[in-house]
């Protein structure tokens, strides 16, 4: 059974860093395509950031570019959101998201497993 968890979300003031976790289970994520989106009161959901399966070649919206990392640790078959600078308009639930394959664009649409979110609040 496919299975992502997140973890990490908190409160945190402007300026502040969180780690979110997502991992995943029944499913080896070697041969996956990974994501972080959010979704804020109100808006659609978004992509944050998207990976193809080797890690190496990693999408950042602009609004998150040079303060988000995305990593992957295999051994634990774990990734990571890295936030850091954070600002009151990252507040958010942040979902990460698996697809099987190689490359994916970073559209909800095209990715079919799903964690159950964790909650980013950034105070000013």
């Known amino acids: 059974q496919v299975q992502l968890v997140e973890s990490g979300g908190a409160l945190v003031q402007a300026g502040g860093s969180l780690r979110l976790s997502c991992a995943a289970s029944?499913?080896?994520?070697?041969?996956?395509?990974i994501a972080w989106f959010r979704q804020a009161p109100g808006k659609e959901r978004e992509g944050v950031s998207c990976?193809?399966?080797?890690?190496?070649?990693?999408y950042y919206a602009d609004s998150v570019k040079g303060r988000f990392t995305l990593s992957r640790d295999n051994a634990k078959n774990t990734v990571y959101l890295q936030m850091d600078n954070l600002k009151p308009e990252d507040t958010a639930v942040y979902y990460c998201?698996?697809?099987?394959?190689?490359?994916?664009?970073?559209?909800?649409?095209?990715?079919?497993?799903w964690g159950q979110g964790t909650q980013v609040i950034v105070s000013s």
């Open positions: 998201a698996a697809a099987h394959g190689m490359s994916r664009r970073c559209s909800s649409y095209e990715y079919e497993y």
């Open positions: 029944g499913f080896t994520l070697d041969y996956y395509v």
């Open positions: 990976t193809n399966n080797a890690v190496d070649t990693i």
